[in-house]
């Protein structure tokens, strides 16, 4: 696998919602930092922290690949969906390290914006050894 086929399937299994796929792009000891300090480093933890999307609903993801190396890569990405649950939100709320944005009660979710870098290092069968994302989100209204 290189960084575009990578990306590919990156917003194949983010926009599917595919927890197992997610899992499979990776070495068996592969890690995936979705912040700089927390990382999944087995197929449960990736499919774990990846079952997370089953939160969001209309997803749409576009990516530009910036670099190719012969084992890795970089890309920017940008994702953009509608947050289908009040827990999906406050996770959300409680890991930006911002605060909710002023909703009344019955007010309706937000749409959020995600955008962010990624790396990828590749083993020699083309699965990745090591992905690494920086990231940034905003709620959109709706």
Not at 95 to 111: A, V, Y
Not at 129 to 140: G, L, M, N, Q
Request: proline share 6%; net charge negative; glycine share 8%.
């Amino acid at each position: 696998m290189n960084i575009h086929e990578f990306m590919a399937e990156y917003k194949r299994v983010w926009e599917g919602q595919d927890s197992l796929g997610f899992a499979a792009l990776f070495t068996p000891d592969g890690r995936y930092f979705n912040t700089p300090f927390q990382v999944q480093s087995t197929p449960e933890e990736r499919a774990r922290y990846w079952d997370r999307i089953k939160l969001q609903e209309d997803i749409s993801l576009s990516y530009q690949v910036l670099a190719e190396t012969k084992g890795g890569g970089i890309a920017h990405w940008n994702v953009t969906y509608q947050v289908a649950s009040e827990e999906l939100f406050q996770i959300w709320a409680k890991s930006t390290g911002t605060g909710l944005p002023d909703r009344k009660p019955g007010d309706p979710l937000p749409r959020m914006e995600l955008d962010g870098l990624l790396t990828a290092k590749f083993s020699a069968d083309g699965l990745a050894e090591e992905v690494r994302i920086w990231w940034h989100s905003i709620p959109r209204q709706v």
